[in-house]
């Protein structure tokens, strides 16, 4: 598995990479209960969380979000407690973080949000292949990491 450190993650690269490769021991071994989003068209697995001991207080945590061909989520928000970067582990996911561009991220890229990014736009790019992403949070622990836009 490749990271992308294209997109100014710096110091996160290895913690996203480790954090890819326990994701998927974890799911090899099948860890978490899958979610589906009635709403909207993802469904998520959360793969792991742990407790950062040189940060207390702190934890990462990351889920797999698997998006059905044509499958989108609803618009959403993340914590403003904490960061997370998205990985694509297959297809494609369209992306609109806060007022930016839309973006097509393709398998093997990567980005980084900062604390309290919206979603308008997350969707899977293709109507005809599934796509997955790991998303990885680092968040003040107990903290919500997704909440979605009513």
């Known amino acids: 598995m490749q990271l992308d450190c294209r997109h100014s993650l710096g110091p996160l690269c290895g913690a996203v990479t480790l954090a890819a490769v326990v994701a998927a021991s974890a ?28 940060l207390p207080g702190q934890k990462m945590s ?42 097509v991220y393709e398998a093997g890229e ?5 604390p ?7 969707e899977n790019a293709s109507a005809t292949e599934p796509a997955r992403l790991l998303a990885v949070f680092v968040a003040e622990d107990g903290a919500e990491l997704t909440t979605y836009d009513q």
Not at 30 to 53: I, M, N, R
Not at 110 to 114: A, F, M, Q, R, T
Not at 116 to 122: C, K, L, Y
Request: glycine share 10%; aromatic share 8%.
């Open 27 to 54: 799911l090899h071994a099948g860890f978490g209960q899958k979610t589906a989003d009635a709403a909207g068209g993802e469904t998520v697995t959360p793969v792991f969380a742990y407790d950062l001991p040189n």
């Open 110 to 114: 990567s980005w980084l949000e900062p």
């Open 62 to 103: 990351a889920d797999l979000v698997e998006y059905a061909p044509g499958a989108s989520s609803r618009p959403h928000r993340h914590t403003t407690k904490g960061s997370v970067v998205a990985y694509v582990l297959e297809g494609a996911i369209r992306s609109q973080v806060n007022d930016g561009p839309i973006t």
């Open 116 to 122: 309290g990014s919206a979603h308008p736009v997350s």
